[in-house]
């Protein structure tokens, strides 16, 4: 009975503990509950509509790009994409790989494998960090048999989301390209810069140009769908869209018509003088400008290349081939705000200087014999008697240098300056350059890091020597001393050679009145130099867009001639300016009295030829027309094309004719189908010989002489003396190389190539790939 007794007692308390325990834990419970239910009630509840809902953004369209007529040169078109939302579930794994076995034979990864698909889906979602619900692009531009594919196996592919994205469409081909840019994925760098801007990884980006510059206003705003999904993540129902807003629309100041008349002409003349023989003739540029406002009508820079590649569905074969041709090209390059060496179209700049200073008046003249010291005119015998407009008109050096060497270089500086030379003109795009007025504190900052180089070349000799003869026996030392002097003598040769360029020569102040020497200035800088003569002295701020428009029609904003200043030079000396051109298209011998014979309008104009080293003349016309009332201004250039009025004049005849017929002309004139693929037709081409033979005669060769202060040995060609052969100044040569193998990433060929390959020259305001050496002085052989 005792032992009954305890036994009971002792279950009785257990039974109490256990009684105990529960009630606590449903305590516990009940409170935890109360504190869920009462306290965080509404940071579950969304963390469970989180859980069902997805917003799945809406990508908005880009602005449309319009000409100054209304004419879309730059719209959108829909295309599919596909984009992958990491859900944490476990099997993402096979999701991606069921994907990546759909995707093989999309041009976006052709070529390679299941495997090699799935790496790079993994690649793009570690980039992104696996965030849930946040979408990554895999695929831009699929096909629609590879969306039926994944519809039909939407149950097992959780997270695969398939979109329509909004690309850009070109509807001219490569009409005012690279003036426009082009668009491409955001890179990593680029978006963590611009994180607090709204961007998320896979938006669009302006990469160059228009599209770079205008980015905040071409961009929209992204919308959003709102879906129900169930517990595997699959979507089951559309709760809502918030529709994305379009980005604004820019109306440009360009001249569809006119652009593609510009773009045309550029084409067909370099074609032109390849075929006489200039077979470096490969590039050139062309601006046409309102000189009554600064408006830019036309803005051509050859050769082009067909947008649609950033934006087609390319294979990595097709992409390479692509982008190793602009890579070679340099098509990137808009060449219209690049720097080339002016040749004689700077000799206004010269003329202007002497007349504003009274160093010369309109009645000085000289009789020119062809020579000018150690100078050779480019037409052998001279001139005859020559006063500053028939000066301008058959382009004579000898008047130039006998001037020049009145003026020196800081007038003549001071006179390029005033009219807007060697300063960047404040166009919107990215990548122009101030360009280069020579100088003596110019000339010595080039030379100077080259002979800094050479003198550690040969003290690096010396202290190697050093040591060798501080251990060689007597025996030794004269052959080791030998030795280093005979590696000391070129580079001491060479160091003698340079040290003489550190200062201003003469025959630099008669190279810089003619153009030449290290001049440089973009084909922008000359039109406006040009339009400021015309206009009577009003330098405008060159500009492409005349308004934003938001997508409801409303001005976001507008944008109107803009005066930079008014050239300092009397009405008086412009007038003579403007004479002298003028004479330069008459009969019998203005050296563009051929190119331009016959023409229903009146104009002015100035032909250049600039001696590059080591290579064809650089062809460069500027010119306005009508001369009694400008309206346009224009400047051509055309890398190695040989002679200003043949190769460059030329396609500025086709401009001006094309300007001038296009007037009355329809918005679309010209903008058929046919042009937006690049076919050109043929087009009549102007006589390039002026009458009577004159100025643009048969090409004389060139002479060499010696300044009289020159170094022993050196003769004059075209190189400053002391310039070692086949060796440019700093800042010379061409800064740009075929890229290696560049593949598109697994989005597409509608992927960016590099951002810091192709635009512009990387080379902070030394000349484009298309100059070789800064620093070339010499004369034109023919005009």
């Given at each position: 009975?005792?032992?009954?007794?305890?036994?009971?007692?002792s279950?009785?308390?257990?039974?109490?503990?256990l009684?105990?325990?529960?009630?606590?834990?449903f305590?516990?419970?009940?409170?935890?509950?109360?504190?869920l239910?009462?306290?965080?009630?509404?940071?579950?509840?969304?963390?469970?509509?989180?859980?069902?809902?997805?917003?799945?953004p809406?990508?908005?369209?880009?602005?449309?790009?319009?000409?100054?007529?209304?004419?879309?040169?730059?719209?959108?078109?829909?295309v599919?994409?596909?984009?992958?939302?990491?859900?944490?579930?476990?099997?993402?794994?096979?999701?991606?790989?069921?994907?990546a076995?759909?995707?093989?034979?999309?041009?976006?990864?052709?070529?390679?494998?299941?495997?090699?698909?799935?790496?790079?889906?993994?690649k793009?979602?570690?980039?992104?960090?696996?965030?849930?619900?946040?979408?990554?692009?895999?695929?831009?531009?699929?096909?629609?048999e590879?969306?039926?594919?994944?519809?039909?196996?939407?149950?097992?592919?959780?997270?695969?989301?398939?979109?329509?994205?909004?690309?850009?469409?070109y509807?001219?081909?490569?009409?005012?390209?690279?003036?426009?840019?082009?668009?491409g994925?955001?890179?990593?760098k680029?978006?963590?810069?611009?994180?607090?801007?709204?961007?998320?990884?896979?938006?669009?980006w302006?990469?160059?140009?228009?599209?770079?510059?205008?980015?905040?206003?071409?961009?929209?705003?992204?919308?959003?769908?709102?879906?129900?999904?169930?517990?595997?993540?699959?979507?089951?129902?559309?709760?809502?869209?918030?529709?994305?807003?379009?980005?604004?629309n820019?109306?440009?100041?360009?001249?569809?018509?006119?652009?593609?008349?510009?773009?045309?002409?550029?084409?067909?003349?370099?074609?032109?003088?390849q075929?006489?023989?200039?077979?470096?003739?490969?590039?050139?540029?062309?601006?046409?400008?309102?000189?009554?406002?600064?408006?830019?009508?036309?803005?051509?820079?050859?050769?082009?290349?067909?947008?649609?590649?950033?934006?087609?569905d390319?294979?990595?074969?097709?992409?390479?081939?692509?982008?190793?041709?602009?890579?070679?090209?340099?098509?990137l390059?808009?060449?219209?705000?690049a720097?080339?060496?002016p040749?004689s179209?700077?000799?206004?700049?010269?003329a202007?200087?002497?007349?504003?200073?009274?160093k010369?008046?309109?009645?000085?003249?000289?009789?020119?014999?062809?020579?000018?010291?150690?100078?050779?005119?480019?037409?052998?015998?001279?001139?005859?008697?020559?006063?500053?407009?028939?000066?301008?008109?058959?382009?004579?050096?000898?008047?130039?240098?006998?001037?020049?060497?009145?003026?020196?270089?800081?007038?003549?500086?001071?006179y390029?300056?005033?009219?807007?030379?060697?300063?960047?003109?404040?166009?919107?795009?990215p990548?122009?350059?101030?360009?280069?007025?020579?100088?003596?504190e110019?000339?010595?900052?080039?030379?100077?890091?080259?002979?800094?180089?050479?003198?550690?070349?040969?003290?690096?000799?010396?202290k190697?020597?050093?040591k060798?003869?501080?251990?060689?026996?007597?025996?030794?030392?004269?052959?080791?001393?030998r030795?280093?002097?005979?590696?000391l003598?070129?580079?001491q040769?060479?160091?003698?050679?340079?040290?003489?360029?550190?200062?201003w020569?003469?025959?630099?102040?008669?190279?810089?009145?003619?153009?030449?020497?290290?001049?440089?200035?973009?084909p922008?800088?000359?039109?406006?130099?040009?339009?400021?003569?015309a206009?009577?002295?009003?330098?405008?701020?060159?500009?492409?867009?005349?308004?934003?428009?938001?997508?409801?029609?409303?001005?976001?904003?507008?944008?109107?001639?803009?005066?930079?200043?008014?050239?300092?030079?009397?009405?008086?000396?412009?007038?003579?300016?403007?004479?002298?051109?003028?004479?330069?298209?008459?009969p019998?011998?203005?050296?563009?009295?051929?190119?331009?014979?016959?023409?229903?309008?009146?104009?002015?104009?100035?032909?250049?030829?600039a001696?590059?080293?080591?290579?064809?003349?650089?062809?460069l016309?500027?010119?306005?027309?009508?001369?009694?009332?400008?309206?346009?201004?224009?400047?051509?250039?055309?890398?190695?094309?040989?002679?200003?009025?043949?190769?460059?004049?030329?396609?500025?005849?086709?401009?001006?004719?094309?300007?001038?017929?296009?007037?009355?002309?329809?918005p679309?004139?010209?903008?058929?189908?046919?042009?937006?693929?690049?076919?050109?037709r043929?087009?009549p081409?102007?006589?390039?010989?002026?009458?009577?033979?004159?100025?643009?005669?048969?090409?004389?060769?060139?002479?060499?002489t010696?300044?009289?202060?020159?170094?022993p040995?050196?003769?004059?060609?075209?190189?400053?003396?002391?310039?070692?052969?086949?060796?440019?100044p700093?800042g010379?040569?061409?800064?740009?190389?075929?890229?290696?193998?560049?593949?598109?990433?697994?989005?597409?060929?509608?992927?960016a190539?590099?951002?810091?390959?192709?635009?512009?020259p990387?080379?902070?305001?030394?000349?484009?790939p298309?100059?070789?050496?800064?620093?070339?002085?010499?004369?034109?052989?023919?005009e």
């Amino acid at each position: 009975m005792a032992t009954n007794g305890v036994t009971a007692k002792s279950l009785e308390k257990k039974l109490r503990v256990l009684l105990g325990m529960v009630i606590a834990a449903f305590t516990v419970l009940v409170i935890r509950l109360a504190y869920l239910q009462l306290v965080e009630a509404d940071k579950y509840q969304m963390m469970a509509q989180q859980n069902h809902l997805r917003l799945i953004p809406i990508i908005a369209p880009r602005g449309e790009i319009l000409d100054r007529n209304g004419v879309r040169i730059v719209g959108n078109q829909p295309v599919y994409t596909i984009s992958f939302a990491y859900l944490g579930i476990e099997d993402t794994d096979r999701v991606i790989a069921r994907l990546a076995r759909i995707l093989v034979g999309e041009k976006t990864f052709q070529g390679m494998s299941v495997a090699e698909i799935e790496q790079e889906i993994h690649k793009k979602l570690n980039e992104q960090k696996l965030r849930l619900y946040e979408p990554v692009p895999i695929a831009d531009k699929v096909s629609s048999e590879t969306v039926s594919r994944i519809e039909e196996q939407r149950l097992e592919l959780p997270g695969v989301l398939i979109d329509v994205r909004p690309v850009r469409h070109y509807p001219y081909g490569d009409l005012l390209v690279p003036t426009l840019g082009y668009v491409g994925i955001m890179d990593q760098k680029e978006l963590e810069e611009n994180k607090d801007k709204g961007y998320r990884l896979g938006d669009s980006w302006g990469k160059d140009g228009l599209e770079k510059s205008f980015e905040s206003y071409l961009r929209g705003q992204r919308g959003a769908r709102q879906v129900e999904v169930d517990a595997q993540g699959r979507p089951v129902r559309d709760l809502g869209i918030k529709e994305p807003v379009p980005g604004n629309n820019l109306v440009l100041t360009i001249d569809a018509r006119l652009q593609r008349a510009v773009q045309d002409a550029l084409a067909r003349g370099i074609a032109r003088v390849q075929k006489e023989g200039y077979s470096q003739a490969r590039a050139g540029a062309a601006v046409v400008l309102d000189v009554r406002t600064g408006e830019i009508l036309a803005l051509a820079s050859h050769p082009t290349y067909d947008p649609t590649i950033f934006t087609r569905d390319l294979s990595r074969q097709e992409w390479n081939a692509a982008w190793a041709k602009i890579a070679r090209d340099q098509s990137l390059l808009n060449r219209a705000i690049a720097l080339y060496p002016p040749g004689s179209t700077f000799k206004m700049v010269v003329a202007a200087a002497a007349l504003e200073l009274g160093k010369i008046t309109p009645q000085f003249a000289i009789s020119d014999t062809g020579r000018y010291k150690y100078k050779v005119d480019w037409k052998p015998g001279g001139h005859g008697r020559v006063d500053v407009v028939r000066a301008l008109k058959v382009s004579c050096d000898t008047f130039f240098w006998t001037v020049g060497a009145m003026l020196g270089p800081e007038p003549i500086a001071r006179y390029a300056r005033e009219f807007g030379l060697g300063q960047k003109t404040g166009l919107e795009l990215p990548g122009e350059h101030a360009g280069r007025i020579p100088g003596p504190e110019q000339k010595y900052n080039l030379w100077k890091p080259l002979l800094d180089s050479v003198q550690k070349q040969m003290d690096d000799i010396r202290k190697e020597y050093e040591k060798r003869l501080a251990s060689a026996g007597e025996g030794e030392k004269a052959a080791l001393e030998r030795e280093m002097n005979r590696r000391l003598a070129p580079l001491q040769d060479r160091y003698n050679k340079i040290e003489w360029e550190l200062k201003w020569r003469e025959y630099d102040t008669l190279d810089m009145a003619i153009g030449q020497g290290n001049n440089y200035y973009t084909p922008l800088q000359l039109a406006n130099y040009v339009a400021a003569i015309a206009n009577g002295g009003v330098l405008y701020k060159p500009y492409l867009v005349k308004k934003v428009v938001a997508p409801d029609g409303q001005t976001v904003a507008q944008f109107s001639p803009q005066e930079i200043r008014r050239v300092n030079v009397s009405g008086r000396t412009l007038e003579i300016l403007r004479r002298g051109m003028h004479e330069v298209t008459l009969p019998p011998d203005g050296t563009a009295a051929g190119v331009l014979a016959g023409t229903g309008y009146s104009s002015a104009a100035k032909t250049g030829t600039a001696e590059v080293h080591g290579h064809d003349n650089h062809a460069l016309f500027v010119a306005f027309a009508p001369y009694e009332k400008p309206e346009v201004a224009l400047a051509v250039v055309v890398e190695y094309g040989g002679h200003g009025s043949s190769a460059a004049g030329s396609v500025a005849r086709e401009i001006l004719d094309a300007y001038f017929n296009l007037k009355n002309a329809p918005p679309t004139a010209g903008l058929s189908v046919e042009r937006a693929t690049g076919a050109l037709r043929a087009a009549p081409v102007p006589s390039r010989r002026p009458a009577g033979g004159s100025g643009s005669g048969n090409v004389q060769p060139r002479r060499t002489t010696t300044p009289p202060d020159a170094s022993p040995g050196e003769q004059r060609y075209g190189v400053s003396p002391g310039q070692p052969a086949g060796e440019s100044p700093p800042g010379a040569g061409n800064e740009q190389s075929t890229p290696p193998d560049v593949l598109p990433p697994s989005g597409g060929g509608g992927a960016a190539p590099p951002s810091n390959t192709g635009n512009q020259p990387s080379n902070n305001g030394s000349p484009p790939p298309s100059q070789d050496v800064p620093g070339i002085p010499g004369h034109e052989s023919n005009e």
